[in-house]
């Protein structure tokens, strides 16, 4: 599986932009950019995907380099709300053991300030 | 809509110990799968069920063992529980069967302690 490199941890200030990185390098023309988020003592949440393009929706937006070896995971307004662990996740689109599953790594801790 | 439901919230068991963890969800989803979270770590998948009627294994499948009842409901057993099995379970459910982008839905999670 290819894998992600994100930074352990981000600090950002309420209502201010935070963009999260994430490095792929060994990604394969068939593998999604996905970006799940785990808010404390909860279940993973589902924040956005994207394949090629820049992909927008009511949550964050989506910003995948030209190359595609790396993305970067937009909020544009930090709420505290916002303070959770963020996952990138590359998923292959299927077929064999693959299957499209999800494989976590150890994420990036957002914080947020008041 | 309830999404994807969990039950018990908490459990502790003695080693040895047997018990079920329930998952159910109203979403009319095919796809259901069963994640561990051991503290500090990403999850790891255990078993899923593409659609009703299958199941296969997933990164840690080793002393348990699964049962998709029908289209709503996905059951964990742990038949002879130790401790290396204390950890946040999760339940996941997605659309369409695994091989699409489909988004996965997650609930709260069974927090278990084997002692």
């Known amino acids: 599986d290819a894998k992600t490199t994100q930074p352990n941890s981000m600090e950002s200030n309420e209502e201010e932009p935070v963009h999260l990185p994430c490095n792929h390098s060994t990604i394969s023309g068939t593998d999604y950019i996905h970006w799940y988020r785990q808010l404390p003592s909860q279940g993973p949440e589902y924040v956005i995907h994207?394949?090629?393009s820049n992909v927008n929706n009511r949550m964050a937006s989506l910003a995948i380099a030209e190359d595609r070896k790396s993305s970067t995971l937009i909020l544009h307004r930090a709420t505290l709300r916002d303070a959770a662990v963020y996952y990138c996740i590359l998923r292959d689109v299927g077929g064999g053991t693959s299957y499209g599953k999800l494989t976590f790594g150890q994420g990036t801790i957002l914080t947020v300030h008041p | 809509n309830a999404g994807v439901t969990q039950t018990p919230k908490f459990q502790v068991l003695k080693t040895g110990q047997s018990m079920t963890l329930q998952c159910a969800q109203d979403?009319?989803?095919?796809?259901m799968y069963w994640y561990r979270q051991d503290p500090g770590m990403g999850l790891r998948l255990i078993y899923y069920s593409a659609s009703e009627g299958t199941t296969d294994k997933g990164e840690v499948p080793n002393g348990y063992n699964v049962s998709r009842l029908n289209k709503r409901e996905f059951s964990l057993r742990l038949e002879s529980a130790a401790p290396s099995q204390t950890s946040v379970y999760f339940c996941?459910?997605?659309?369409?069967?695994?091989?699409?982008?489909?988004?996965?839905?997650f609930g709260p999670g069974t927090r278990l302690t084997v002692l």
């Open positions: 994207g394949l090629t």
């Open positions: 996941a459910s997605s659309e369409a069967p695994a091989a699409n982008q489909s988004p996965q839905y």
């Open positions: 979403m009319n989803h095919n796809s």
